[in-house]
């Protein structure tokens, strides 16, 4: 009820982790509870909340490791009878780690890998299936946590490359003749509308002498940043 009511009410993503780690803890009264966080394009899991040690494991590393791969909740009753435990965090925490129960954290959205919740040394031994079940709330939580901070960061992203866009499109407007010659004979205008915030359309009028005039139309094949950026080009090279 309490990480409940945190989750509700702060925005900030390290406090909210912080919170489910504390109450994780007094929940399953165990010694330390460490939240991982998966990098993706680094396939490490890397700690960012219960310490202040900078931990990176990699994802086939540790039990942690085995719990993001697998995706399944690990209690591990003894870590001196477990060979695929990884005394990492020990070593560079000076601490001793017995009993441990991880719990992957899963995006409910779309299933994507966030994180591992885990939970070291219950005080009154090793991890029972009541605290399998309360470490299963706990990740939950943190998976809704992290996921939430993911959708705000991909929303603030799209803002700004919307910003930039309008921006460019802004840019490339002005790159199109606001006036058009008088010709005798003649009536021109213009008017240029791209399919996306910005294209590869351009035209042009370019006065060669008194008398003879340049006007230019190009097109370049496709929509969006990369062909607005060839247009800007040719413009340069034909006005040069």
């Keep these: 009820?309490?990480?409940?009511?945190?989750?509700?009410?702060?925005?900030?993503?390290?406090?909210?982790?912080?919170?489910?780690?504390?109450?994780?803890?007094?929940?399953?009264?165990?010694?330390?509870?460490?939240?991982?966080?998966?990098?993706?394009?680094?396939?490490?899991?890397?700690?960012?909340?219960?310490?202040?040690?900078?931990?990176?494991?990699?994802?086939?590393?540790?039990?942690?490791?085995?719990?993001?791969?697998?995706?399944?909740?690990?209690?591990v009753a003894d870590t001196a009878k477990e060979p695929r435990w990884d005394s990492t965090y020990d070593k560079a925490a000076r601490y001793s780690t017995k009993t441990i129960l991880a719990v992957p954290l899963v995006a409910a959205r779309d299933g994507r890998l966030l994180g591992v919740l885990e939970m070291l040394n219950n005080i009154g031994g090793p991890f029972d299936s009541d605290d399998e079940s309360l470490a299963i709330a706990f990740s939950n939580h943190a998976a809704a946590a992290l996921d939430r901070a993911r959708l705000v960061e991909d929303i603030e992203r799209r803002k700004e490359l919307e910003a930039s866009l309008n921006i460019a499109r802004e840019v490339q407007r002005r790159f199109m003749p606001s006036q058009m010659p008088s010709i005798a004979g003649y009536e021109a205008a213009t008017w240029w509308f791209p399919n996306e915030a910005v294209g590869g359309d351009y035209c042009d009028v370019i006065p060669l002498t008194e008398s003879r005039t340049a006007f230019c139309i190009a097109d370049v094949c496709g929509h969006?940043?990369?062909?607005s950026l060839l247009m800007a080009s040719v413009r340069a090279s034909i006005r040069t």
């Design 1 to 75: 009820l309490e990480v409940t009511r945190v989750l509700a009410l702060e925005i900030d993503l390290s406090r909210a982790l912080d919170a489910i780690v504390k109450e994780a803890c007094n929940a399953l009264h165990c010694e330390r509870a460490i939240l991982y966080q998966y990098d993706p394009k680094r396939e490490t899991l890397f700690a960012t909340a219960g310490t202040d040690i900078p931990i990176h494991l990699k994802i086939d590393q540790g039990i942690a490791g085995l719990v993001a791969r697998q995706r399944l909740m690990l209690n």
């Design 224 to 227: 969006g940043l990369g062909p």
